[in-house]
């Protein structure tokens, strides 16, 4: 199942997927929110990173043909990215949302956080 971004509301057929680690600390639920985010402020398709790591073959077809992957990890520990480089996936942007003074356990998730740090990656964001 290859992704038809012909419906995009950015009038794009350019294929761009955002990936999120959706963990359990508050730097997952925040990583899942920025790219939710992202998806809907820019043309960005959110996928699965789950089924990515269960080596789903569609979706390696999906990130294999995307103009651009953004993955999103809460944490150091790098759970995206780790997907990504057993995939054998190379062509991929990463953003760690520690690195943006969010501490692991204690920040408070807020609404005028996922703005913030969604305006700062999409501003990082290469064109490729």
Same mark, same amino acid.
């Not at 057929?13 to 997952?28: E, F, I």
């Not at 959110?46 to 390696?60: D, N, P, R, Y």
């Not at 609404?111 to 990082?124: R, S, V």
């Given at each position: 199942?290859?992704?038809?971004?012909?419906g995009?509301?950015?009038?794009?057929?350019?294929?761009?997927?955002v990936?999120?680690?959706?963990?359990?600390?508050?730097t997952?639920?925040?990583?899942?929110?920025?790219?939710?985010?992202?998806?809907?402020?820019?043309?960005?398709?959110?996928?699965?990173?789950?089924?990515?790591?269960?080596?789903?073959?569609?979706f390696?077809? !999906?990130? &294999?043909a995307?103009? /651009?992957?953004?993955? =999103?990890?809460?944490?150091? @520990?790098?759970? +995206? #990215?780790?997907?990504?480089?057993? !995939?054998? &996936?190379?062509?991929? /942007?990463?953003?760690? =949302?520690?690195?943006y003074? @969010?501490?692991? +356990? #204690?920040?408070?998730?807020?609404? !005028?956080?996922?703005?913030?740090?969604?305006e700062?990656? =999409?501003?990082?964001?290469?064109?490729?």
């Amino acid at each position: 199942m290859v992704i038809n971004m012909s419906g995009c509301s950015c009038s794009s057929n350019t294929l761009n997927l955002v990936y999120a680690c959706s963990g359990a600390a508050n730097t997952g639920y925040l990583s899942d929110q920025v790219a939710r985010k992202i998806m809907k402020d820019s043309c960005f398709k959110m996928i699965c990173l789950s089924a990515l790591g269960a080596k789903k073959s569609s979706f390696i077809a !999906n990130a &294999l043909a995307a103009e /651009q992957n953004i993955v =999103l990890d809460g944490c150091g @520990v790098s759970c +995206g #990215k780790k997907i990504f480089d057993f !995939n054998n &996936l190379k062509q991929y /942007q990463h953003f760690i =949302l520690t690195d943006y003074n @969010v501490e692991k +356990g #204690k920040t408070k998730i807020n609404h !005028n956080l996922i703005e913030q740090i969604t305006e700062k990656i =999409l501003g990082e964001i290469k064109d490729e």
